[in-house]
């Protein structure tokens, strides 16, 4: 190189604009909310679908059968169904901030107890993880509504995105950690170490609110004297509607409950099925039912693709979901060899 380009070189290399180190704080600043939304949500199916890979060395530690296995894996849906009236008023009574750190600790607390050694603690521990989640799975909605109100649509896919990471790891690296610390520490593991980051970064970015922070009336909104009697006649003039009484709601009840039947019980299967069908190890079948969890980051993003950009119908694209679920159990008992194409068409749906 000639000392003119060197000098070219240098004199252009100079000119470049350092970054702003406001500009970087700033940015640092803007993206912490969504940092400790997305660490708090991940907590919310990992510390439960670490179990499955590890169901036959805690079946043999513990001396349990395999009906008390497949109890042990019911315990978080049934929890989700019946604590969830539960939750509901327990939130009432919280500030949305203090409630995460809430959710939190019980799902800690309950995977400590669960570590404990015995069949009662593992379901009695398993039980307080599910009720944490149950909390956590109304929380989440009202932080996407509270907190990112301009980014509904992007938050909503970032916490799906953000769950099925957590589960990814879990399912996939359970089995190994096992290995190393044992299948107690493995499974505390998965809630203690997030739960810990997440809830020291929520309490940095969202502290929990004093009481008159609470009461005061949020910004933007104008209080009269006449306010709280319009509203009241407003309220007393509407009839009430029961959600029952809805169609479309019995509807989509039950399709939300087939999708969570479909869901719950193929996580706790696919380990088994892979290892007794697949002929794969404890950490091979762990880290192959993992691509199911993983692919599943990419059906959210294909079906408005499909109705929006390919112009499908509704109707078109349920059927397709529904042919890749059932593709997944027929496919492992008729061809096994080929997991791997069911996995994926399992974890799209």
Request: proline share 7%; hydrophobic share 55%; net charge positive.
């Amino acid at each position: 190189m000639s000392h003119t380009d060197a000098r070219g070189c240098r004199g252009d290399h100079t000119t470049q604009p350092a970054p702003d180190p406001q500009l970087r704080h700033a940015a640092w600043q803007a993206a912490l909310p969504t940092i400790a939304f997305l660490l708090f949500v991940s907590l919310l199916r990992s510390p439960i679908t670490a179990v499955p890979p590890l169901l036959g060395r805690m079946a043999g530690d513990l001396g349990m059968s395999s009906s008390a296995m497949g109890a042990l894996t019911s315990v978080p849906v049934l929890c989700f169904g019946a604590l969830t009236p539960i939750a509901s008023l327990v939130l009432r009574r919280l500030d949305l901030n203090s409630s995460v750190l809430w959710a939190l600790v019980i799902i800690m607390a309950g995977s400590v107890l669960r570590s404990a050694g015995s069949v009662w603690a593992a379901f009695a521990g398993t039980a307080v993880i599910a009720a944490g989640m149950t909390l956590g799975n109304l929380i989440a909605p009202m932080v996407i509504a509270r907190s990112f109100r301009s980014r509904t649509a992007l938050m909503t896919s970032s916490y799906s995105a953000s769950i099925n990471i957590a589960v990814t790891l879990s399912t996939a690296l359970a089995a190994p950690l096992a290995l190393l610390i044992g299948w107690q520490g493995s499974t505390a593991a998965w809630a203690l170490v997030p739960g810990v980051i997440a809830g020291f970064v929520w309490w940095k970015v969202f502290p929990p609110q004093r009481r008159r922070d609470r009461d005061a009336v949020p910004p933007g909104t104008v209080s009269s004297p006449g306010t709280k009697a319009r509203h009241g006649r407003d309220a007393r003039s509407k009839p009430s509607v029961s959600i029952a009484a809805w169609p479309l709601a019995w509807i989509m009840a039950a399709a939300f409950a087939a999708h969570n039947l479909a869901y719950y019980s193929t996580v706790t299967w696919l380990p088994t099925a892979l290892r007794e069908v697949a002929r794969l190890g404890e950490s091979g079948a762990g880290l192959a039912s993992s691509v199911f969890q993983i692919t599943a980051v990419a059906g959210p993003l294909m079906v408005p693709l499909a109705l929006n950009r390919m112009g499908w119908s509704m109707r078109r694209v349920m059927i397709i979901v529904c042919a890749c679920w059932l593709a997944l159990p027929f496919g492992m008992m008729t061809l096994p060899s080929l997991w791997l194409v069911w996995c994926i068409l399992g974890g799209i749906a």
